[in-house]
């Protein structure tokens, strides 16, 4: 399976109680294995099946909503009119009524309630709560990394719940681009290595698989750095890397968590800046953050206060 995800799971503090290192190690040979199998079969996807259908007129109005409300955020953000219009763009990621709930054993507790959200395609949503809010929980469950205890989650036309642990790493692999806080690239390989290796377990091949790298390493501002380990670059290029790594396989959407949380503030807004580039080209971005000001850059802000979401412009929080 993905390595990187895998230690940057395993790196990432708050998702160390998550994840249980040497069980998921143990299943990554077979993982790729059925991976390649995969491969040479049609996509399994069955977006459009009869359960779907059903939840559609909901879902519709549900999003009617969201958009207007959207709109009352890009107009307090005076966003340029040309942007306004994008998210009309085909659903991407639809949850409804998702729920986590964590056994303490003496209480249970409610990290996510009732979490409804759609996004569309060519969105750059930002994700705004305090610590503590289950911005990273919801970061898990919409990168596949972790399952809801109830509720459902679509994405890319999936119905998530019914995909089996194969199909899943197929999905995080080929769907998400991960951009975390600590950048999470792996230490013993250099820049080109660490942006190719999603592309080796997506199976590209080799041809197309430089060419992609240099593009996206070319795209992020990094050409010149390409045989650098990651302990030769500053946190900025770093943190470039690792987007460079998570457009690389050209997902449906690229998910930050607290990406610019490890950068000072001029390294952080020029982050964004390729954010909002990266954007306008027509990537998908959910950035999670607890600052304000970093969610600012984003397009449509939806809040998160214990488990809870609501949608508006900043001076309501
Ligand atoms: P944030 O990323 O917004 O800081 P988290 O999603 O990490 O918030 O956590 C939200 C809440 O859920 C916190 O109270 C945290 O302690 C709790 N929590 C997160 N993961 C677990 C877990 N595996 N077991 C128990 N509680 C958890
Ligand atoms: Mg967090």
Not at 55 to 65: V, Y
Not at 78 to 89: F, R, T
Not at 120 to 147: H, Q
Request: aromatic letters at 4%; glycine letters at 8%.
């Amino acid at each position: 399976m993905e390595e990187w995800i895998l230690q940057a799971a395993e790196e990432t503090e708050e998702k160390a109680r998550d994840t249980k290192p040497g069980e998921e190690e143990k299943k990554e040979p077979e993982e790729r294995a059925e991976e390649k199998e995969q491969e040479s079969s049609p996509e399994t996807t069955a977006p459009g099946n009869g359960e779907e259908k059903e939840q559609e007129p909901q879902a519709a109005g549900h999003t009617e909503e969201e958009k207007e409300k959207n709109e009352g955020v890009q107009k307090e953000d005076a966003l340029p009119a040309q942007q306004k219009s994008e998210p009309e763009g085909e659903e991407i990621l639809r949850m409804k009524d998702i729920c986590k709930d964590y056994d303490m054993g003496n209480e249970v507790l409610h990290v996510l309630k009732n979490v409804s959200l759609t996004v569309r395609r060519g969105e750059f949503l930002a994700i705004l709560g305090p610590s503590g809010s289950g911005k990273s929980t919801l970061m898990n469950i919409i990168g596949c990394l972790d399952v809801p205890t109830s509720g459902d989650y679509w994405l890319d036309g999936r119905h998530i719940a019914d995909e089996d642990e194969t199909s899943l790493a197929r999905i995080r692999s080929r769907e998400i681009g991960f951009v975390f806080q600590s950048f999470n690239l792996l230490q013993r390989q250099n820049a080109f290595e660490n942006v190719e290796l999603p592309l080796i377990y997506a199976n590209v091949p080799e041809k197309e698989r430089r060419d992609r790298v240099d593009e996206v390493l070319a795209r992020v501002g990094l050409s010149d750095k390409r045989e650098n380990m990651p302990n030769q670059l500053s946190g900025g290029q770093q943190q470039r890397v690792a987007i460079a790594r998570a457009i690389a396989n050209r997902p449906a959407i690229l998910l930050a968590d607290e990406p610019t949380g490890a950068l000072d503030q001029h390294t952080g807004a020029q982050v964004m800046e390729l954010f909002h580039e990266l954007n306008e080209e027509g990537n998908t971005i959910i950035m999670i953050t607890h600052d304000p000001k970093i969610a600012s850059h984003a397009k449509r802000i939806v809040r998160i206060l214990d488990g809870e979401i609501s949608e508006g412009a900043l001076e309501d929080a």
